[in-house]
């Protein structure tokens, strides 16, 4: 499935949750949610090496100028600053489980 579709899927079920009645509705959509999250997840991984690597050949590029070479830094931090903040907020609500003990043997 590719990005735009899920993006399409998304708008609409944002668009139906106020009209949702029964929690089989809303259990429909959190599957939905949960069955897509590791696509999210890809798609984000996949495609951000590209971006990173198109910044990093435009800031070798010759024509660019001072402003357009802090811009691109700019943009370069505010990715790293998005990602830092996802993964800080998926930490915060999946804490690592406790190690489980072996059995004494």
Request: net charge negative.
């Amino acid at each position: 499935m590719n990005i735009q579709l899920i993006a399409t899927f998304l708008s609409l079920l944002l668009s139906v949750v106020p009209q949702m009645t029964n929690s089989q509705q809303v259990n429909s959509a959190v599957n939905f949610i949960q069955q897509i999250i590791p696509m999210l997840v890809k798609e984000y991984s996949d495609l951000l090496p590209i971006v990173k690597n198109i910044l990093a050949l435009l800031k070798q590029n010759g024509a660019v100028t001072p402003e357009q070479n802090a811009a691109m830094m700019a943009v370069d931090a505010q990715i790293d600053k998005a990602f830092d903040d996802a993964l800080a907020a998926y930490l915060a609500n999946h804490p690592d489980p406790a190690p489980v003990a072996s059995p004494a043997g």
